[in-house]
Nanobody
Framework: QVQLVESGGGLVQAGGSLRLSCAASGRTFSRYVMGWFRQAPGKDREFVAAITWRGNTHYADSVKDRFTISRDNAKNMVYLQMNSLKPEDTAVYYC??????????????????WGQGTQVTVSS
């Protein structure tokens, strides 16, 4: 069982930066593929970024070159550094964990565990 708790959301102006954190419980954290997803009002939850246990990263095209996902297995933490934020990045951001690895980073149904989400609002 894994419990995930996100933090770091808030209100920021367009062009600004935020760093989201996800604290994970469980002794097998390093075995999980970790992902960040987001959900804007009236829209489906969408993939943002993922990182494997080896540190390989994958990004949605909409955030590539602006967002960076990282993890610290010793601390059971995952991070999402978000730069050059745009109003369209406004959403609730969720941390998620997947194990065993399905070969699919993008689909929400492949992730076994989810956090409660943290709100990110980008003003224009």
């Amino acid at each position: 069982q894994v419990q995930l708790v996100e933090s770091g959301g808030g209100l920021v102006q367009a062009g600004g930066s935020l760093r989201l954190s996800c604290a994970a419980s469980g002794r097998t954290f390093s075995r999980y593929v970790m992902g960040w997803f987001r959900q804007a009002p009236g829209k489906d939850r969408e993939f943002v970024a993922a990182i494997t246990w080896r540190g390989n990263t994958h990004y949605a095209d909409s955030v590539k070159d602006r967002f960076t996902i990282s993890r610290d297995n010793a601390k059971n933490m995952v991070y999402l550094q978000m730069n050059s934020l745009k109003p369209e990045d406004t959403a609730v951001y969720y941390c998620a964990a997947q194990s065993p690895w399905s070969g699919d980073y993008v689909s929400t149904q492949r992730y076994n565990y989810w956090g409660q989400g943290t709100q990110v609002t980008v003003s224009s």
